[in-house]
């Protein structure tokens, strides 16, 4: 609704706004023809801004021409202090040959941190409406010299500074201001402007203004909450919601680069709601035109006790991507992990062209251990990515690894979220003190209500670099190590490279467009398509022999792949399930991993009820039917056991007993052991319940034999039990029934009397 009121107005604008504006000036001059529209740029490298500044200047066919391109930066730290001087010296040496241009118009303007969101007969238009011959862009706040505040002529509404990082002018003019030019190029732009404009015979005699109330230039320092996004059905334009303009030039000046990287996710035309994204594909590779596919460093970082590892590296390997091309740089900081790791190198050693794990006993903080991994792929120039994924990262995407690199980024993760949460690999904006804000699209990218390949300023968990940025922009060994900040934060800290290094006491953020290129590097999250999930490490308890048992709460997902039989959802679709004695129901449920599991799980504990009368575990301490058993209590498993019964028996109670809702409690939950050595058999009996799950947790013929269940009043036997099927019948009056004799080996079964 709210995008739809949007458009219409941006239609309206659209269709409307020359003529209202002619309306009001009846003689309005000839409009300037698009042809003498001349942008000068200074720029000293191709960074990623700048080819963004270049692609929506080439969307809005502007002519633009680049000075300096390849020369040395002499223009000062603009970052950290005044500088800038280098531009106006090119800019002086390019007017000299332009000077005598009377109808030219130049519009300078910086790239790195700028993008244009209309086109050229639209500033030229709205620079005509400004009668006069040069305009400045504007903005609230002075730089760099404060005591110039009071020679400014004041206006009554509008930003009442001047920025030199957008100018517009006659040829003429502008040359006779630049001219004036005779400093170092590490003396400061801005302020050899001001001057200029501050004087008022210069002011008069070059007819200069400034752009006060942002009809073409935006510059968002101090001015964040001025703007707001306009989504129209081809274009997206920024709003200036105080005077009601929409800026055609808008500058990242000052602290606000990442609010004009997340602005230029859709500005002018990169993603809309009706075409979605439309640079997505700009630069990507296609692998299967390739002769070989690139080589990839994975480097694996296991920092705390992570569930599902086993599931993890199961994912990683099963990554369709070729196997000699990966090469594997581990770092595991949990001896507990060691028998996991062990395992998978032992099964895929052969496979991956080298795996190196350092260990605990290397005692690496995080940083210097993603340092390290970081470093294999930098100094080995075959090394063409690096893909570094921490243990909590399920792909459960096999191709993740061939559409991160099709995408042909620098820095690119896919996004991954946590099951059913907000929670995600990525920040979409970060706030002053540096850490998370949430961007007005955050909620979308995450639940991929928008989908593309976004700008953003943090991410971790998992994510792609290309080598050769590695050998490049990021050739900063030390990269993850930076002050207090967590690694992921020096990482993405480090490739962005704010110019703040302000310090935390100055009340006005310096208003200084960014020249000297920083690294800048953009990272990127894409979300076009289903990559997998992140998973909780939180209160993974590693005390137990199997520990992913106890993640039914926790990562409840992950513990439903592992654990429940496979075709547990066909009892509900097609009716998976056998009745073999009246009202005796029997499905799967269990995985073999459950089983095993469980089984190790009680062994592992060991202690075994010996089948006695004497049982002080139960009220009344005696038992007239004992089994040779442990209680999942005795574990600590009894609450887990719990919810699995009403997650996953209460849906089948339902079905094969429907109009009884079963309150899914109970309080004799264990698994017995039958083996002709200790008890083989059970006598028969009723059980005090409503009724029974008998679950088999091995397999006949293979781990035992005889065993099996006889229903008396039936005169019905089932003597096959299948490894993790259970059975499903009424505990008291119509079953009774005993336990069949094992003959040899050991059967497990588990056992649960629900609704007591
Ligand atoms: C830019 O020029 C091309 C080729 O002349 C044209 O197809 C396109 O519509 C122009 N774009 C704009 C925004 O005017
Ligand atoms: C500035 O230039 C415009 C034409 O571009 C002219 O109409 C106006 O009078 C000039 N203003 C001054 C103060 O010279
Ligand atoms: C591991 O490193 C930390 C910090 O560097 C240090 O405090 C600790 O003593 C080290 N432990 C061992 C076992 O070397
Ligand atoms: C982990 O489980 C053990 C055994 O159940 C228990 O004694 C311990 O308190 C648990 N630790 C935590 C941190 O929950
Ligand atoms: C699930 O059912 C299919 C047939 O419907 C069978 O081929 C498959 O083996 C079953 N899976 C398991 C784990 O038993
Ligand atoms: C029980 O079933 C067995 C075979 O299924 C049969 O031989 C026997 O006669 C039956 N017993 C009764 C009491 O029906
Ligand atoms: C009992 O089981 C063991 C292994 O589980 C097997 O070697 C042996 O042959 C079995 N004995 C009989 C009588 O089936």
């Not at 596919?293 to 086993?310: A, C, D, K, N």
């Not at 995450?446 to 700008?455: A, D, F, L, S, T």
């Not at 690294?519 to 490490?537: A, C, E, P, W």
Request: hydrophobic letters at 35%.
């Amino acid at each position: 609704m709210e995008y739809l009121m949007f458009s219409f107005v941006f239609a309206c604008w659209m269709k409307f706004g020359n003529s209202v504006l002619s309306i009001h000036t009846p003689h309005a001059p000839a409009p300037i023809p698009k042809e003498n529209l001349l942008v000068l740029t200074v720029a000293t490298e191709e960074t990623d801004g700048f080819l963004r500044f270049m692609q929506s200047a080439n969307y809005f066919n502007y002519t633009v021409k680049v000075l300096g391109m390849g020369e040395a930066w002499k223009g000062g730290d603009v970052g950290h202090s005044i500088g800038g001087g280098q531009k106006i010296r090119l800019l002086k040496e390019e007017m000299k040959a332009l000077a005598e241009q009377q109808d030219l118009i130049v519009l300078t303007v910086d790239s790195y941190d700028l993008i244009f969101a209309g086109g050229p007969e639209e500033i030229l238009r709205k620079f005509q409406q400004t009668n006069h011959k040069v305009l400045f862009a504007a903005e609230g706040l002075i730089w760099p010299d404060k005591q110039l505040a009071d020679m400014y002529p004041s206006v009554r509404r509008g930003k009442r500074y001047l920025n030199s990082g957008g100018i517009i002018g006659y040829a003429p003019y502008i040359h006779k201001i630049v001219s004036q030019w005779n400093l170092h190029d590490n003396d400061d732009d801005q302020l050899f402007y001001t001057k200029i404009y501050v004087d008022p015979l210069q002011r008069e005699t070059l007819n200069m203004t400034l752009d006060h109330k942002c009809q073409i230039f935006q510059n968002l320092n101090g001015a964040v909450d001025e703007m707001l996004l306009k989504f129209g059905t081809d274009r997206v334009r920024v709003r200036n919601t105080v005077y009601d303009s929409l800026p055609v030039i808008v500058h990242g000046n000052g602290n606000t680069k990442m609010y004009l990287n997340y602005l230029a996710n859709y500005v002018p035309n990169a993603w809309n709601y009706e075409h979605g994204c439309s640079h997505c594909d700009d630069n990507a590779v296609d692998l299967s035109q390739l002769k070989e596919y690139p080589s990839v460093m994975v480097g694996v970082f296991i920092e705390q006790p992570t569930p599902f590892l086993p599931e993890f590296f199961q994912r990683l390997s099963a990554l369709d991507y070729p196997k000699d091309k990966l090469r594997f740089f581990v770092h595991n900081n949990e001896v507990y992990h060691e028998k996991h790791i062990q395992r998978f190198w032992e099964e895929n050693r052969n496979l991956f062209n080298s795996f190196k794990v350092v260990g605990p006993e290397e005692n690496l903080s995080q940083g210097e251990a993603r340092n390290m991994g970081m470093d294999v792929c930098r100094k080995d120039t075959t090394c063409d990515y690096y893909f570094s994924i921490d243990s909590d990262v399920m792909l459960t995407n096999r191709q993740t690894l061939k559409l991160l690199i099709e995408q042909n980024r620098k820095i690119i993760g896919p996004l991954v979220t946590r099951h059913g949460k907000l929670w995600s690999n990525f920040w979409g904006a970060l706030s002053l003190d540096g850490y998370y804000a949430r961007s007005e699209d955050y909620v979308d990218i995450v639940q991929r209500k928008r989908m593309g390949v976004w700008n953003i300023p943090y991410m971790a968990h998992v994510y792609l670099v290309k080598g050769s940025a590695l050998r490049n922009d990021l050739k900063e060994r030390n990269i993850f190590v930076l002050e207090k900040l967590d690694p992921d934060m020096a990482l993405c800290r480090n490739a962005r490279e704010v110019t703040s290094h302000r310090e935390k006491d100055s009340p006005s953020p310096e208003s200084f467009h960014m020249l000297k290129p920083p690294k800048g590097v953009f990272m990127y999250i894409t979300n076009r398509h289903d990559f997998g999930r992140l998973i909780s490490t939180a209160n993974y308890n590693i005390s137990h022999y199997n520990n992913d048992l106890w993640q039914i709460f926790e990562n409840p997902l992950d513990w439903r792949e592992k654990y429940i039989h496979q075709n547990y959802t066909q009892i509900f679709t097609e009716n998976y399930l056998e009745e073999p004695c009246p009202d005796v129901f029997w499905f799967p449920v269990f995985s073999e991993k459950a089983c095993d599991e469980l089984v190790e799980e009680m062994e592992h504990y060991g202690s075994w009820s010996g089948g006695k009368h004497e049982d002080s575990r139960i009220a009344g301490g005696y038992e007239t039917v004992p089994t040779d058993d442990i209680h999942m209590k005795q574990i600590s498993f009894d609450k887990e056991w719990l919810h699995f019964i009403r997650e996953f028996i209460s849906p089948v109670t339902l079905k094969v007993f429907s109009g009884y809702y079963t309150k899914g409690y109970a309080v004799m939950n264990f698994v017995v052991k039958y083996t002709p050595g200790r008890q083989a058999f059970l006598k028969p009996h009723h059980d005090t319940s409503t009724f029974t799950i008998n679950i088999a947790l091995n397999n006949k013929d293979r781990d035992f034999q005889g065993g099996g269940c006889r229903f008396n009043r039936y005169n019905c036997s089932i003597e096959s039990p299948r490894k993790g099927w259970s059975f499903m019948h009424p505990g008291r009056l119509t079953h009774l029934h005993e336990g069949l004799p094992t003959t040899n080996g050991t059967r497990y079964i588990a056992v649960s009397f629900i609704d007591p």
